[in-house]
Structures are given as C-alpha cells and as structure tokens.
C-alpha cells in the first residue's frame, strides 16, 4: 500500500516537448512509472522519447485513460495548464513548476476547492511511492522501500531525509514534496490524513520550514488524530525576518511563522522535533523502537 | 519586491485612493520649492527608504513652519537610519517625501493581502491605527478584525459593511462610511490588478473634514508577477538592495547576505536554510543563504564562490551539495576551477552527497586544493566551524 499513487497510476507529462518536461519524462518512464502521454499544445500527433503527444488534455485523456498529470509548463501558462488538467478529468495533478504569480494560485485553489480534483504543488518536487511510481523530479536511486512516509515543502532537504531514512534501514513508502509557494494544493494535514490510514505507513517525517501556519494547523492535527509517530524537523531558525528564503513562501511577517514558535507547538502536540536536519533519520528509528 | 513611500501613494494614487500631496526630493533647495507651492498650517518630512519603523528611528519630522522644511530635509538627507527592519548597518537615506499636513479625527489601521490556509485574499482592519500591527495583534488581538474576500466572487458591500463596524465608522458622518467604501474597492482592484502581495495603510486617517486620506502606505508585489507589470518593475529602488544579492540573481542565484562569517553554498532552498541552522547548531554564524538551483553548472559555482569570497566578513566556506538531478562531479569541477582563478584566502569543507559523489570527492581529493571533503553532513558542518573560529589552534596542533 502506499498513497495517492502506485503502479497502476497512469500519468501524462502537460509540457512534455520542453527541455525539462522531456528529461523528466524519461527519467520517470525508466524508474517504471506509467507516463501514457504528453501533451503540448500544437505538437500533437508527434513523439517525445516514444511517447505520444497530444494538443489537449482531453485528447490524451480520452486516448489514454490517464488518471494522473505533471505539469513542466514554464510558469506564466501553468495556471492555464492545471484548470485544463482538472477539466480533462484527471483526480491528480503534480505542478513541478516554480515562479507561478500568487494571485493566478489564488484562482485555482478556489477553483479546485470541493472539487474530487487533488493537486500537489506548485514549485515542488513531485510524489514518489518507492518502487512502484516517480512523478517527479527527485533522484529515484536515493529510495528505498520500507516504512516511512515523508512529507516536505522543500526539494533537496527532502532528498537529504530520505538517505537518511534509507541509510538507517527504514525506507520509504510514499514521499510527497508540497511546495515553497504561498498558495498551493494539498497541505501537510491532508497528506498526515493519508499516512494516518495507509497501512503500510508506520511513522511519518514532516519537514516544514518558515513563513505561514501550515505547521501549526498540522500541529494541532497530530494532537488529536495521529497514532503514528512524526518526526519533524523546521527549517530557518537561523533566517532574519522580513526576507524571503529562496521559496516564495519562506518569509516571516507575522508572529507564529518563525521556526523556533513552530517547533515549540510541534513539540506540545507530541511530535519528534529535531534541531539538527542530519539527526532525522536516527530519531525516526528511535521512534518506531 | 518593496517600494517606497511616495511610489506606492502614486500607484494607489492612480487607482483613486485619497492620499496627501506630496512630492519627493533629494536635495533641500527642492524641497524649499516644493514647500513653497503648498498651502498646509502644517508639513511632513519623511524619509524614503524600504524599511519600516522610520518614525521610531527620528526618520520623520513634522513642522508647523514653511520656512523649516529645507533645514528638515536637509538634516535627513544622507543620515543613516537604522530602525529594527534596516539591520544594525542601517539605510542611507536618499530622498525625503515632503507632504501637506492633514487635520486628524482618528487614525485607523487597514491592510489588504493573502491569508495562506484560505488561499483568499483579507482584509485586516484596527479602529487604533499609527501602531505597529504585530504589537496590536499582541496587546489588543480582541480589536483586530478580518474580513475574507472569495476570490470568485470579489469584493461585496457587505464586506465593506463589517468593516465599517469594526472601524467606528457608522457612528460618524455618513460620508465617512460611503468615502470608506470606495476605498475599499479602490484598494481591491489595485491590489488584483497589480499582483500585489500586501498593501497596507498606517495609519489610515479621518481627517477633520469627515473625509478617508492614506497618510502612509507600505505596498510589496508579487516577485512571481513583476514580468506582466513594466510600470511597477520601472519603480524598483536598486539603492536599497544589497549589491551582492542583486550580482547573484544576473548569474540565477538565490543569495541573501547576513551577518556571520561562515559562507554556505548549497542547492536548494530548503536544504540552504537547514545548513545554516547546522551551522549555528554546530557554534558558528552563517554569514548568507545561497541557493544555487537545480540546475548548477560551472560556471554557476565559480560566481557563487565570487560572491562569497567577496563578503569580507566570510572566514570560512562550507559547499553542502545533494546530488540529484545535479551531478556532484560538475560541482566539483565548479569549485576547482574557481579554486585555481581565485585566491582563496580561508578555509573550505565540502559536502557531497547523492549523484557522482564519490567522483567528485575523488577529483577534489586529487585537485591538490586545501580543502577538507566529507559526506557526512553533521561531521561537514562541526569541521568548518573549527577550521574558522579556531585557527590559531588548528596551526599549533596539525
């Protein structure tokens, strides 16, 4: 078991022509994910890498029975890109692409909202169930089946938990990378939901980082719902407030975003915090012994 | 990005909302002249610069006399002010905004942006307006009202209604209220069609008059949106960002100065900011945050390295790189060849993990370059904080 994605999870790569699009498409096809179609808009009817690209979502949906989109679109288009993801059909989109206007998000979250339409992004690097499916841009060879789900808003750190996790013998089951950005998709408590019941999950690492309360509404969500240990680490205890960390999300402007308070309220509502990002790993074994 | 004081009244001014009339000048004689042209028993002086707090740090100065303002303005021009924003370096002062008076009722707090769990925009308003918002939300958090706007819908009246009775304002004239209104639509169409991210007016005045004026505005945009708004772009005050960070972002890179003196290279933003945390875990300061991407070359890595090694302040490097779609080889091929064209005057740890890694290790090994390569991220960060606040030990023991 695993979540949101697995082996039967067919996906279509919006933006496959471009440079990025193209060489993630490929890489993900080799570590066994089912990419079923491309699309970009007037290169329909060609190949990418072998695979078949359409000018529409709804044809390469109709065509394919895809069930899953990833988005490459260069960000001024992507908005345009996910509303005509979530109209094909699709029950999942996965927006790798950074630099998305805030306000354009601000429209496809409503959009999306009440909706059976799952989006996981933007500026991320994608979900991963180990073994089974990469729809992402995170190095495949660094996963090891096991144990562990992972939840992160950024991308290398992710990567740096999850050799962590490998190193200590614990594995993954499905990793999931939500984003920098200020409006996204699906948020920490909707992916410890899922952990909470996927069988196979036994302890959850959540790494978040500065700026927003995303933290803070997970915290209250391991107090009253989460029988899994979580292990979290916050990122940006060292950032000065009113500057933006690389991600567009990760600035302070207002009490309860900085690290410090973020780790205190995990820490009350019983979660593993840790201070130091190469000790994750270990306290996650701690945890589950 | 930030703009100043007398830039965002105009763009504000442009979607009509009331502000002061005002003009901004860097030179007294300018300010003489524009004094002149206004008719006001009283004048505000006023620093531009980005940060906040200015009035706190004696950056603005109200006088009842015309003939003053020169001397004001002068006495601002070229001073550093350092507020609680500015950093202890503070912000040279380039040009003051000198302004009309206005004859204050009330002074109330009204800001526009967008609330992150909702993803919708809010406005947030305080009948007590002039102080500190942040301080508010601790002394008085009962007085602070927000009002959601959905997105699909717009702006309603009745938003503007529960404002209007958080504000105070149904107990006053009625053109208050219907002047306050209208501002609030005003506010929302700018703050949509300009991409910004916040838009706040303290303290937002009722003048003696009965009427609605923006005594000050603080407007930040969207960094995301700045390529579909020339107009905004045109207004970016280059004076009061840090020139390293402007030199990093021409080469892609993500670098934001800070005080310490231990300079981090690292990919990604995430994985940036919990090196600089280890690094004070470990004792030491981070003197920046640089990101240098996913996609990092050679070249990408010699201008990192040049920009760190420029920061005086910076004794010693720590290069923590997980491979991943980045392979570790190039990387290492990157901090040779800086290496080799640079002097490098302190020392460097460099971490290497995922990608390649061993073959960059074994090319920096190679390389014949003093330098220490480690995988071990804990062991990395422990090693450049004892290479650069000990040094004098480090010679007598090795």
Redesign the interface.
């Known amino acids: 078991m695993s979540i949101l994605v697995n082996k039967s999870t067919k996906v279509v790569v919006q933006g496959i022509t471009g440079k990025e699009g193209g060489f993630h498409a490929g890489q993900c096809r080799e570590y066994g994910t089912q990419i079923v179609a491309g699309v970009t808009p007037g290169k329909g009817g060609k190949k990418a890498k072998g695979i078949p690209v359409f000018d529409t979502m709804q044809e390469a949906v109709r065509e394919t029975k895809a069930d899953t989109s990833l988005i490459f679109v260069p960000a001024s288009f992507c908005a345009d890109a996910i509303y005509e993801a979530a109209a094909s059909g699709v029950k999942l989109i996965v927006c790798i692409t950074e630099g998305i206007p805030v306000n354009d998000m601000v429209g496809v979250k409503r959009s999306l909202a009440g909706t059976d339409v799952r989006l996981i992004g933007p500026n991320c690097p994608g979900i991963i169930t180990v073994g089974e499916s990469k729809i992402g841009i995170m190095p495949g060879f660094i996963h090891k089946r096991g144990r562990v789900g992972v939840i992160s808003r950024s991308g290398t750190l992710t990567y740096e938990v999850v050799k962590q996790l490998t190193d200590e013998g614990l594995g993954q089951t499905t990793c999931v990378g939500i984003g920098g950005d200020p409006v996204g998709g699906m948020n920490f408590v909707d992916i410890l939901a899922l952990f909470e019941q996927d069988p196979k999950t036994e302890g959850v690492v959540m790494i978040g980082e500065i700026g927003g309360d995303a933290e803070v509404q997970a915290a209250e969500f391991v107090k009253k719902n989460m029988k899994k240990p979580v292990v979290s680490f916050i990122a940006g205890i060292t950032a000065p407030p009113g500057r933006r960390m690389g991600h567009a999300g990760a600035i302070v402007t207002g009490g309860g975003e900085t690290a410090a308070e973020k780790m205190k309220i995990l820490k009350s509502a019983g979660a593993h915090v840790v201070d130091n990002p190469a000790q994750i790993g270990s306290r996650m074994t701690q945890a589950l012994n | 990005m930030n703009v100043h004081e007398f830039q965002a009244k105009r763009l504000l001014a442009q979607y009509g909302v009331n502000v002061p009339k005002g003009k901004a000048v860097t030179n007294k004689d300018a300010a003489e002249r524009w004094a002149s042209k206004l008719d006001s028993s009283i004048y505000a002086v006023k620093a531009q610069i980005h940060a906040g707090g200015r009035g706190l740090a004696g950056g603005v100065k109200i006088t009842k006399k015309r003939e003053d303002v020169g001397i004001l303005a002068k006495s601002l021009l070229g001073t550093t002010l350092i507020t609680h ?1 500015t ?1 202890p370096q503070g912000q040279k002062v380039r040009r003051v905004l000198i302004e009309e008076g206005v004859a204050i009722k009330k002074e109330l707090y009204l800001s526009l942006l ?1 609330d ?2 909702t ?3 809010v406005f947030v308003s305080c009948p007590e307006g002039g102080m500190d918002i ?1 301080e508010l ?2 002394t008085k958090p009962q007085a602070i009202h927000k009002e959601y706007i ?3 819908s717009g702006l309603q009246a009745f938003h503007g209604r529960n404002l209007i009775l958080n504000l105070g304002l149904h107990v006053m004239e009625p053109q208050t209220a219907k002047q306050f209104m209208a501002l609030l639509g005003n506010l929302y169409r700018f703050f ?1 069609n300009k ?1 910004a ?2 838009v706040e007016i303290n303290p937002l005045v009722i003048t003696e008059d009965h009427g609605i004026i923006a005594l000050d505005a603080k407007v930040i945009f ?4 700045l ?2 708004h020339p107009d905004v772009l045109k207004v970016r005050d280059l004076y009061e960002e840090e020139k390293l960070e402007i030199e990093a972002s021409k080469h892609g890179l ?1 670098y ?1 100065k ?1 005080d310490g003196s231990i300079g981090c290279m ?9 090196t ?6 470990a004792g030491g300061e ?1 003197a920046n ?1 640089l ?1 240098v991407g ?1 996609g990092a070359s050679q070249e990408t890595v010699k201008e990192a390295f040049k920009i760190l090694l420029s920061d005086r302040k910076v004794k010693g490097i720590f290069v923590n790189i ?4 980045v392979r570790c080889e190039r990387i290492a091929g990157g901090i040779i060849s800086a290496a080799e064209e640079m002097h490098v005057r302190v020392p460097i740890v460099v971490r290497l ?3 390649n890694a061993e073959q960059g290790r074994n090319l920096l090994n190679k390389s014949g370059l003093k330098l220490k390569a480690t995988t ?3 062991e990395g ?1 422990q090693a450049v904080v004892e290479l650069t606040t000990a040094p004098s030990k480090k010679r007598h023991t090795s």
Do not use: H
């Open positions: 924003q950093g967008i992150r769990r993803g919708w925009p942040e939300a601790k959905d997105p699909s949509m991409d991210s916040q969207d960094d995301n949106a390529a579909r993500n934001v800070l690292v990919n990604g933003a995430g994985l940036a900011m919990a600089m945390d280890l690094i004070k875990l981070p945050f990101d996913g997980f491979g991943g779609i993990q995922g990608t071990d991220l804990w960060a």
